[in-house]
């Protein structure tokens, strides 16, 4: 079966510290990879996305995310966290093969100590 | 202008009861979804309508039927309402369901008592 895995639940980081969230999935085909956040009492909100090209992505606030196929893996990095990235952050997954399904990982909550 | 709405914000009933929850978008998207987020923070999806067609049916009890009147809106109807139906229910649309970025609803929490 399909699934992501964010291995991180709670990182909790003093500001200007670096930051790296993991995610991993399980699929053996072509994936789209997103990644959300969802600020306290906020609905979700893309950070960044890989379709395909350069497997390192840029998105906002700073954030930027590495694909590397060969581990599955799509981790969300930030060279230095503010107290206004305190958040919850989703790793998801697309398949491309014609379904239309968006697979979530867990979220990994992170808190930014000011 | 909002993208995805849902309405109501806060939904606090009765275990029992019957409820529905509405989700409209204005942003001309095919294709809209439900997801479920439990105490834990998980989302699972539960629908996905693509132009008012029903795509996706997770593993959901058929206490829960989704309607989707038109390609602006998917509305949630539960009934006879259970204890574990408690969660924050988000609505989410995107452009045409394969690749897209998905624009989420503010969510509607949901309190079973």
């Known amino acids: 079966a399909q699934s992501v895995s964010q291995h991180n639940h709670h990182v909790i980081l003093s500001e200007a510290a670096s930051l790296e969230l993991g995610c991993n999935y399980s699929y053996g085909g072509t994936v789209n990879l997103f990644w959300y956040v969802q600020y306290p009492g906020q609905h979700l909100q893309l950070l960044l996305k890989?379709?395909?090209?350069?497997?390192l992505v840029k998105g906002i606030k700073g954030f930027e995310a590495e694909f590397i196929k060969s581990k599955f893996s799509f981790n969300l990095r930030k060279p230095s966290v503010q107290w206004s990235d305190t958040a919850e952050y989703f790793c998801?997954?697309?398949?491309?093969?014609?379904?239309?399904?968006?697979?979530f990982g867990t979220g990994t909550r992170l808190k930014v100590l000011a | 202008d909002t993208a995805v709405s849902q309405t109501p914000k806060y939904l606090v009933t009765q275990m029992g009861n019957d409820k529905s929850i509405k989700c409209e978008q204005n942003l001309g998207h095919d294709t809209m979804y439900w997801y479920k987020q439990d105490s834990k923070k998980f989302l699972k999806i539960m629908f996905s309508y693509n132009n008012k067609e029903l795509i996706i049916n997770e593993t959901v009890p058929n206490r829960f039927s989704p309607k989707s009147p038109d390609k602006a809106h998917l509305n949630l109807h539960i009934n006879s309402l259970e204890l574990g139906d408690s969660a924050v229910y988000f609505c989410?649309?995107?452009?045409?369901?394969?690749?897209?970025?998905?624009?989420f609803g503010p969510g509607t929490r949901l309190t079973v008592t």
């Open positions: 998801a997954v697309n398949p491309t093969s014609g379904t239309y399904k968006y697979i």
């Open positions: 890989y379709f395909s090209g350069d497997p």
């Open positions: 989410a649309s995107s452009q045409t369901g394969q690749g897209d970025e998905q624009y």
